[in-house]
């Protein structure tokens, strides 16, 4: 966990205008974080536009497309905490998980968080965290 997803991979407090700006920012921490190149990005938003990201209880989880795999140098998670909401297709989500998964690890990495999120408990912590180290500590089993 300690290299899928670091401290600077985290952004609190976010106020974000459209999901495109959201997705770009979810891509630029990967980016930053030496986890993809920038191609990457461009694939994220081309996957937005086959099929929303957006998979409920104010989750939103970008990514790149299949044939992003190679701009992918290392698995990576970044998280967007957006308390009031990013509008993603009428849907509003209030934490953006920016993944990339390197030989296939983003389908786990996607289940992973899908089941903590399935529980709006745990994406009230997080909408809430007041820390990075505390969105960390709740995304421990990711």
């Given at each position: 966990m300690s290299n899928i997803l670091r401290l600077e991979n985290i952004r609190m407090n976010e106020k974000i205008d459209?999901?495109?700006d959201a997705i770009r920012l979810a891509g630029e921490l990967l980016q930053e974080g030496g986890y993809v190149n920038e191609h990457y990005i461009d694939e994220m938003i081309k996957r937005e536009d086959l099929s929303t990201t957006y998979i409920g209880n104010d989750i939103a989880i970008p990514h790149g497309t299949e044939s992003a795999k190679n701009d992918v140098m290392e698995s990576g998670i970044s998280v967007i905490q957006v308390p009031e909401g990013v509008d993603f297709n009428g849907d509003k989500a209030r934490v953006v998980f920016g993944i990339a998964g390197k030989d296939n690890t983003h389908l786990e990495i996607l289940s992973?968080?899908?089941?903590?999120c399935s529980?709006?408990?745990n994406v009230e912590k997080l909408v809430?965290?007041?820390s990075k180290e505390e969105i960390m500590d709740l995304l421990g089993g990711i």
């Open positions: 459209n999901k495109y992973n968080i899908a089941i903590f529980d709006m408990e809430s965290a007041k």
